[in-house]
């Protein structure tokens, strides 16, 4: 599945996972994440690289940072998540927007007692004041030990986010890097840009990999012919949404409805 841009319902959220290992698929949102297991194994991607985090270790995933949890293995994990724009630290710690880490991972000989103290602590049910001292603490011990470098800042706030809405409300119109940048008032170099650095390939593979996906969700639930379903999700034509499909798949649309249907 392709990543997508989670809008998140609150500022400061906490999860503890108990005897179980997180899944989620690929996504990205505007806040800091900060993941620390106390027992058992959680397995993260973040920007294409897998990361095992085991009992005493942690990561944090900076804002904008495509990322998603699966399990690998059967064994279960004891683990505290906690998500945090970063406009409620006021800039105190840091400038999200100017730095990224080399690495998200957090060994545990880089995660300091306090730190740990903290995430033992905080609580899903503390009130919000409570919650927000916890995740303070927990950053300002966690990011000493994170080297950092600079990143590119951002000329328009929430640009990934406004370039995957957009790209998900139009996808089935024709659609162009050029319309796209238009639309969003920015260079169309720009655009490309962000396509290669954030979801790491480039737009028109995404939007193909949307198509793509939309057009299966059409064979597997309706009897529209071929040609329909091909219009419908928006390929300009019938060679290109077999090309897209296949190498999507591995099979022609036709192969895959019957495969449904079979199945």
């Known amino acids: 599945m392709l990543p997508f841009y989670e809008v998140q319902a609150k500022d400061l959220r906490v999860f503890h996972l108990v005897a179980r290992q997180l899944t989620f698929p690929a996504h990205l949102h505007r806040s ?3 993941l620390y297991v106390f027992s058992g194994v959680q397995t993260i991607e973040i920007e294409g690289a897998p990361y095992e985090v ?21 064994l279960p994990a004891d683990a505290t998540l906690i998500l945090c724009n970063p406009r409620l630290l006021g800039g105190m710690l840091l400038d999200f927007e100017k730095f990224q880490p080399l690495t998200p991972f957090l060994p545990k000989e880089k995660i300091p007692e306090e730190a740990v103290y903290a995430l033992k602590h905080i609580k899903k049910k503390d009130g919000f004041a409570v919650k927000l001292a916890w995740t303070y603490v927990i950053l300002s011990q966690l990011l000493p030990h994170m080297e950092l470098k600079q990143r590119k800042r951002l000329p328009v706030p929430d640009m ?3 370039m995957l809405e957009y790209v998900a409300d139009h996808f089935t119109e024709p659609i162009t890097l ?5 639309e969003l008032c920015v260079s169309k170099s720009y655009i490309s840009h962000l396509f290669s650095d954030r979801i790491k390939m480039n737009f028109r593979k995404y939007l193909g990999r949307i198509r793509a996906e939309y057009a299966a969700k059409l064979l597997r639930t309706t009897d529209a012919a071929l040609s329909a379903v091909s219009s419908n999700a928006g390929f300009d034509s019938q060679r290109t949404f077999n ?9 022609s649309p036709r192969e ?4 449904v249907r079979q199945n």
């Open 160 to 162: 990934s986010k406004k």
């Open 54 to 74: 085991h009992a005493g270790e942690g990561a944090v995933i900076f804002p904008d940072k495509v990322h998603r949890y699966y399990k690998h293995g059967e």
């Open 243 to 251: 090309r897209v499909f296949h190498a999507q798949y591995g099979m």
């Open 32 to 34: 800091i994440e900060i």
């Open 256 to 259: 895959y409805r019957n495969h």
């Open 178 to 182: 050029d319309s796209l940048a238009a």
